[in-house]
């Protein structure tokens, strides 16, 4: 909760200061570019990777039917965690950084995270290991495979990346920071929601063998997109291509996960027609999570990376999965758990709908603003031989309604962390604490998670 707030304000920041540069001009630890990559990183570190370990730590014990082998260090890694993204922030903002984007915190930082996560990481695969039901519900399959990619990509990214020289970095660079996305955020977000949509809609999931479809498909096709961010770069032309074809296959297991959520939704949509926040945001994400993998292998052609690569397409583009989609299932997820654990009844519907619908105003109107920015500034950079600077008085509006929709849902995420306090300060009691397991040893397992519902 605290990082929902931290993290989005330093980009509103960011974008008023694009807005008007003599804005906070006399503060140095607020200027744009250190705001920009700080934002980015409270983002991933901060709110995202938080409260996905949340998430688990309330749904891992229900799949596997036994509680968290070894909890105590859980708590001791969430512990570091939040440190060490608080001291990575900060050493950001004062301009102490190296030069790995999604990788910026400074070495020594690094390997307290390293530390933190793996103490969170592996308790979670031990539970997952010595689980006492059969079979493995899907989302468990995604969070295995994306706690192991991470252990791997981010001391790459650590370790090898500030040290590599030349076309050579570039390359890996893209492989660590799509994987960061791809590896790490992706199949996390996934999981959560795989869990949450049979759960708050109490249907069974609609085919395990799609899920897993998608899940194979997103293991072979992701880690080779990561040059499409360099194309026409002095990267091999072989490599290029490869890499927009995998951005291309990637169509499939988004549409596996699409097919999955809307079949999963049969006979139940009246639900998510009324206030049921938790399917409301989980639609929502899953909506967003369809524009945005359109329109990033789409993004990866030739003739496309032309027109947008050096403008605001390529923001708008990133917002939309990891906002559009990622936060919003993640902010799915606490409205889902939170209310449970402690056997409470969310504070204020009204709040949670208020939170609902600011964040669709205000992201839709930031994600078409900056399209639209994209394409504006892209056509006068290939239809002519302006100055980058006369780009940017053709697109200032657009920047101006990029601002104003931040601020609705930052607006929206105020709401939210108050009601979640709220909710736990006044405790309107709904029932007993819901923190035991659950055993689905006669149930197959794509029936678990909507068994597991309360």
Not at 12 to 39: E, N, Y
């Amino acid at each position: 909760l605290f990082w929902t707030i931290v993290a989005p304000v330093l980009g509103l920041l960011a974008s008023m200061k694009l807005d008007d540069p003599t804005f906070l001009a006399d503060v140095h630890w607020l200027q744009f570019a250190r705001l920009r990559i700080a934002h980015v990183n409270g983002v991933i570190f901060g709110l995202f990777s938080t409260a996905i370990f949340g998430f688990m730590c309330y749904a891992v014990p229900k799949l596997c039917g036994r509680p968290i082998v070894n909890v105590r260090s859980v708590w001791w890694g969430m512990g570091l965690f939040n440190l060490a993204v608080l001291l990575g922030e900060g050493c950001l903002l004062h301009g102490i950084l190296q030069p790995v984007e999604a990788g910026e915190y400074p070495r020594w930082v690094d390997v307290l995270l390293i530390v933190a996560y793996l103490l969170c990481a592996v308790p979670m695969l031990q539970t997952i290991v010595l689980r006492r039901v059969d079979r493995m519900y899907v989302s468990l399959w995604y969070w295995t495979a994306g706690l192991l990619w991470t252990a791997i990509n981010v001391p790459l990214g650590t370790f090898v990346l500030p040290s590599t020289p030349g076309v050579t970095a570039a390359a890996m660079h893209g492989f660590y920071l799509h994987n960061v996305v791809g590896l790490w955020i992706t199949p996390m977000g996934l999981g959560v929601v795989y869990y949450l949509v049979p759960a708050a809609s109490r249907n069974t999931l609609f085919s395990h063998k799609l899920s897993l479809i998608g899940f194979w498909g997103l293991a072979f096709f992701y880690p080779l997109n990561g040059i499409h961010h360099y194309i026409y770069s002095p990267i091999a032309e072989w490599a290029q291509t490869i890499a927009i074809a995998a951005s291309m296959m990637l169509i499939l297991p988004v549409w596996a996960f699409s097919i999955n959520v809307w079949g999963t939704m049969r006979g139940q949509w009246g639900k998510w027609a009324t206030d049921n926040v938790v399917l409301k945001f989980s639609i929502l994400g899953a909506v967003w999570y369809l524009i945005t993998c359109f329109q990033g292998p789409t993004q990866a052609l030739r003739g496309m990376q032309a027109l947008t690569h050096f403008g605001d397409y390529n923001v708008g583009h990133a917002h939309s999965a990891v906002f559009g989609a990622f936060a919003i299932w993640a902010w799915a997820g606490l409205y889902y758990v939170l209310p449970r654990v402690f056997g409470v009844e969310v504070w204020s519907k009204s709040l949670a709908l208020w939170h609902y619908w600011l964040e669709i105003f205000g992201f839709t109107l930031m994600f078409t603003a900056l399209t639209i920015s994209g394409f504006v500034q892209g056509h006068m950079l290939l239809s002519a031989d302006p100055l980058f600077t006369e780009t940017l008085q053709q697109i200032k509006p657009y920047w101006l309604a990029r601002t104003l929709g931040g601020t609705l849902m930052d607006v929206g995420l105020a709401l939210f962390v108050f009601n979640m306090v709220m909710t736990l300060l006044v405790r309107r009691r709904s029932g007993p604490p819901d923190v035991g397991v659950y055993v689905a040893t006669s149930q197959p397992a794509a029936q678990a998670p909507a068994a597991a519902s309360v």
